[in-house]
């Protein structure tokens, strides 16, 4: 029996295909969801790296500064991200003491080698950073180095 051509041939291929499509955008979630699981996990170790680096070297210049943690929201500038990403608040300008923290250089200076430090640290855990020159210096660790040679060649 042939059915090519005819009314019901037609249904049935058209249901085929709507089922078949289907599963194509069930598929196509399901990647998506397991994607997203996954940056968040790599989210929330990158900002861990970045909060252990920050508090360690803020908190050796002044005692007083709370370590607040690594906490997790949906944060819209954030939303979309196909890698890990997260979003640093550094210190709060409505307190008047942040605020004189954050005038004077020191302070902002230990804030961007807590950031770059933290962001190395990440790399190095990713065991994705190679070296192809020497280290600069002693003190300099191979994902630090590796992320200057990166910076340099912009």
């Known amino acids: 029996m042939n059915l090519k051509g005819s009314p019901d041939a037609m249904e049935v291929a058209a249901r085929e295909n709507a089922t078949a499509q289907e599963s194509v955008h069930d598929l196509e979630d399901m990647v998506k969801k397991i994607a997203r699981s996954e940056k968040i996990d790599e989210s929330r170790e990158f900002a861990a790296d970045i909060q252990e ?91 630090s180095a590796s992320v200057e040679q990166s910076r340099n060649r912009r």
């Open 53 to 143: 680096s920050l508090a360690k070297r803020i908190q050796k210049l002044n005692k007083t500064v709370k370590d607040r943690g690594v906490r997790k929201a949906p944060f819209v500038v954030l939303v979309g991200a196909d890698m890990p990403s997260i979003l640093t608040e550094i210190s709060f300008l409505s307190n008047p003491a942040d605020e004189q923290l954050l005038k004077k250089p020191e302070h902002r200076q230990r804030v961007a080698e807590g950031l770059y430090q933290g962001v190395a640290s990440y790399l190095q855990s990713l065991n994705s950073v190679t070296l192809n020159s020497p280290l600069k210096s002693p003190g300099t660790t191979r994902a």
